[in-house]
């Protein structure tokens, strides 16, 4: 099939400027681009339900929110196939094979299973099963397409190891079938992980820490206006420090020469602004309503295409049917490639079919 890229997310909630920065913006860039020969972009119910099994409604509730914000953010179902994970039962079976080939101690050692399963909360004996072999899953996922390619946070690069892994194991195990995949990181390195609005690591649904897509200016405002900046910028006058100050992490993400000129025309750029704050003179509300500005202009054209999208709910329902219906004829054809590779395509192998009749016919 060529060159293929791969991509989720988990419908949880809405998408942010997190999943914007670190994924999305860059799917949107790629499937105009048209390098690639096939795009997939899927909503990953399944991996969600590992850890709200039983708040399934939430998943359902928000599988049209994530689809909104794909359609509104520019993805293109003339462009990119656009599917539901568990409308692929497929996936279900590669997972399981998978599983055969690798270890509990292997999927143990992954640093994002550890820190999901930290931030969750859960213990050791109360790991749902499903939950912990979600990375299996994952990789399932990407082979099953034979994605060359997977846009992601630096935080997947473990997954992506462990898929890669999977993928030579099974080639070498049974036969050269799946292709391994490389991640794409974003173009912009401080745009990597987005923190959230309170400083902290990761922006995170759970956290209450998001600015997203959907989100209203007024809602904007509020939200830039209580982010952490540097707690010791007490005074105008003094020193600031731009490392940490999740201000200008976002405006490293998001800003761009233009908006100095129409925003602030003091400064000819971000690496100006930068200059001045850590001399000292500039306070942290001019910063913010800069960044205000900078994400609104942004995310205006997304909020508009929205309304649109709204207006035609059965729609995006006939999109999201038609894409999960290619994309699993596509995993299907990967299937019959897989099961004839591991000899379990038995009524499809007329060698096997014509040998047994043999066999037994002169017994």
Request: glycine share 6%; aromatic share 8%; net charge negative.
């Amino acid at each position: 099939m060529g060159r293929i890229i791969l991509t989720g997310d988990r419908p949880t909630g809405k998408l942010h400027l997190g999943h914007y920065v670190g994924s999305l913006r860059r799917r949107v860039q790629l499937q105009n681009e048209g390098d690639y020969d096939r795009m997939f972009v899927f909503m990953a119910d399944v991996q969600a339900l590992t850890d709200n099994a039983d708040d399934p409604e939430k998943i359902r509730q928000n599988m049209m929110e994530v689809a909104l914000d794909y359609l509104s953010a520019g993805l293109d179902p003339e462009k990119c196939t656009i599917y539901i994970q568990s409308r692929i039962p497929e996936l279900a079976e590669l997972t399981t094979y998978l599983m055969n080939i690798v270890s509990v101690s292997r999927v143990q050692r992954n640093p994002t299973v550890k820190t999901e399963v930290k931030m969750r909360g859960f213990e050791n004996n109360s790991i749902p099963l499903g939950f912990f072999c979600y990375p299996v899953s994952q990789a399932a996922d990407i082979a099953a397409f034979k994605a060359t390619t997977v846009p992601a946070g630096e935080d997947q690069e473990p997954m992506l190891e462990l898929a890669r892994e999977l993928v030579n194991r099974f080639n070498q195990t049974y036969a050269p079938v799946l292709v391994e995949p490389n991640i794409m990181l974003p173009e912009n390195a401080k745009a990597r992980r987005l923190p959230g609005t309170d400083g902290k690591e990761k922006m995170s649904k759970s956290l209450g820490n998001c600015i997203f897509l959907s989100d209203d200016a007024d809602t904007v405002w509020k939200k830039v206006k209580g982010m952490y900046t540097d707690p010791t910028h007490l005074n105008v006058s003094d020193p600031g420090h731009v490392e940490g100050n999740a201000v200008f992490t976002y405006l490293d993400a998001f800003s761009n020469d233009q908006d100095f000129a129409d925003f602030w025309p003091d400064f000819a750029n971000l690496d100006e602004l930068k200059a001045a704050y850590t001399a000292g003179g500039i306070g942290d509300m001019k910063c913010k309503k800069l960044l205000n500005n900078v994400i609104n202009r942004m995310l205006n054209p997304i909020r508009a295409r929205r309304h649109e999208f709204e207006q035609d709910i059965p729609e995006i329902f006939n999109i999201l049917k038609q894409g999960s219906d290619d994309a699993r004829a596509v995993a299907a054809q990967t299937m019959d490639e897989v099961r004839a590779a591991m000899r379990i395509d038995y009524f499809e192998d007329a060698e096997l079919i014509k040998e047994q009749a043999e066999k037994f016919r002169k017994a």
